[in-house]
């Protein structure tokens, strides 16, 4: 039918030429371009522990965005100021490979923030207590590297990267350790593995602003770049509040945050049942 | 890393706890049929953000591929360059294909910290050119590709992995190629039994003597890429290798058609408006 096809030429050039004002059709009638709602999620899969090498793995795809979570445990001295922990040391990689704005080489500012922010969140949550890392205070620690690499940037990659990392250290599994009182050595049982403590699981919603006062949930890769404001909310199953992000952008009154707190927590009711 | 200021800090210094594990009996690889391949799942066409993209497992390796561009080239006029044939454009207007090669640092048995250093850059090198002879770069004058591969899991024969998986990648992109490449690695066993072994795993790779990838062009029946090292012994014991990899190559290809294939079949099918 031609008239169906030229309707559907001049939506994709209307989309391309000005993509504010074809979201903008899209929100005045309470939903985006790619069908959902203005406060609903796209489909969260993981995949836990495909990688072998690594002593905890986890996949997770958030609609199209896709991260992969690799964690591998290694023996280091505790910190001077800190004799009894162990470390976590999280890091956020964006390749080239998953969106054509990033360069390969050192990590740009966007993986540098996202970095911090799970930074942020592993010490805000206490999803796992240093302490229980230690082996043996002053002399050895456990250090966690949890390296998290985006397959796939499709919008809302913090809220992927905090259940990637979530999912991936529940499949930690530890070797025991014991210290040989004689040589002072430590003594690793690579037969005998027990899973890490993990505390709490804080799970992290993502909004984006729009024309400074509409507020949508888990924002595609297009919706952020539209949008005049982030902000994202990390709780943990108590409904206490972990994390808080909002990178500049528009502001929000009170009685929005509030809202967009009500709903983090809703969403980690859901999300909980998926990880458990 | 102490040093860098863009990532979280660790401790200055970390050993895997493998260094402090109580002695058991030296891991061997078992003896297997020398021509065996491990079965090979292959998907193309699974990155939204990429022109194109490709994922290959092959027993323990994984490798994800994809392919962008082609976008103006940066840099001046390449001068001189391999000659290209002559009917297409001259080499200064030639396109130019980068690869990049990443390994994920809970790739290998010791996590690889993620400045990756001179490795990845002699395998992109490697990966550059088994692939220029397969793609018409003198269609993209001026213009460049690029090629990023990351590896998930290093389960042995990475290189020969990536090859195959930024082929296919480059194939889904639609950039104009001759031909497909498929890349098969090898490696010598040690003494005594001193065969050559197709497809091998990371444990025989860790034993090997020497190791080999080779990479061909199987319509064309063409060489695309070597890369080797290693105590080989006689020549003759290389030219067998490189036989048996091209063979193994040959095996490898109606796997990949047929990933094209659903590809392109998966492609249509969300294309209807």
């Known amino acids: ?276 | 890393m102490p040093g860098d200021h863009r990532r979280i800090r660790g401790p200055e210094e970390s050993q895997p706890p493998q260094l402090y594990a109580a002695e058991e009996e030296e891991e061997a690889p078992t003896a297997r049929d020398p021509t065996r391949l491990r079965p090979v799942y292959a998907r193309a066409g699974l990155l939204s953000q990429a022109k194109g993209s490709a994922y290959l497992e092959a027993g323990g390796t994984k490798v994800l591929c994809a392919v962008s561009g082609p976008r103006q080239a940066e840099g001046g006029e390449r001068g001189g360059g391999p000659a290209g044939s002559g009917s297409e454009a001259p080499a200064a207007l030639r396109g130019r294909l980068l690869c990049d090669f990443r390994r994920a640092p809970f790739a290998g048995r010791r996590r690889r910290a993620p400045p990756g250093g001179g490795e990845e850059r002699e395998l992109a090198l490697a990966l550059q050119e088994a692939l220029e002879p397969a793609v018409r770069l003198g269609r993209y004058p001026r213009a460049q590709l690029e090629v990023s591969a990351l590896l998930l899991e290093d389960g042995g024969s990475a290189l020969a992995a990536a090859l195959t998986a930024a082929a296919l990648a480059l194939a889904d992109a639609g950039v104009e190629m001759y031909d497909l490449v498929v890349g098969c690695g090898l490696s010598l066993a040690p003494e005594p039994a001193s065969t050559w072994l197709l497809d091998p795993t990371r444990l025989e790779e860790e034993h090997a003597a020497a190791g080999l990838t080779v990479a061909l062009m199987p319509v064309l029946n063409q060489v695309a890429g070597l890369l080797g090292s290693g105590e080989g012994g006689l020549i003759e014991s290389w030219a067998e290798a490189v036989r048996l990899g091209l063979e193994g190559c040959q095996r490898l290809y109606p796997v990949l058609q047929q990933s094209l294939v659903r590809a392109a079949r998966r492609r249509g099918a969300a294309a209807q408006p």
Request: with cysteine; glycine share 6%.
């Open chain 1, 1 to 276: 039918d031609s008239s169906v096809y030229l309707r559907y030429i001049f939506n994709t050039c209307f989309r391309t030429v000005e993509p504010l004002e074809y979201y903008r059709r899209f929100l005045k009638e309470n939903c985006r371009p790619d069908g959902r709602e203005l406060g609903e999620f796209r489909t969260t899969t993981v995949n836990i522990g495909s990688i072998s090498t690594a002593d905890g793995s986890a996949l997770v795809k958030l609609g199209n965005t896709t991260v992969i979570c690799g964690v591998k445990a290694e023996f280091a001295a505790p910190p001077t100021d800190a004799p009894d922990k162990g470390y976590v040391v999280p890091n956020v990689d964006l390749p080239p490979l998953c969106s054509s704005r990033f360069r390969s080489g050192p990590p740009g500012e966007e993986a540098q923030v996202a970095s911090q922010f799970i930074a942020d969140v592993i010490e805000n949550s206490q999803i796992i207590q240093k302490e229980d890392l230690c082996i043996s205070p002053g002399k050895l620690a456990w250090v966690l590297y949890c390296d998290l690499i985006c397959l796939d940037y499709d919008g809302n990659i913090l809220d992927a990267c905090t259940f990637a990392l979530l999912a991936a250290l529940k499949n930690v599994q530890l070797p025991e350790v014991t210290i040989n009182e004689e040589t002072a050595l430590a003594e690793v049982n690579l037969k005998k593995k027990s899973y890490l403590n993990i505390r709490t699981h804080p799970v992290a919603t993502s909004f984006a602003v729009f024309d400074d006062t509409l507020l949508i949930v888990d924002p595609t890769g297009e919706e952020e770049h539209l949008a005049t404001g982030t902000l994202t909310i990390v709780m943990d199953e108590e409904g206490k509040l972990c994390c808080l992000h909002k990178p500049g952008g528009s502001g929000l009154t009170g009685a929005k945050l509030q809202d967009c707190m009500s709903r983090a927590v809703t969403r980690h009711k859901k999300k909980k049942k998926k990880i458990l």
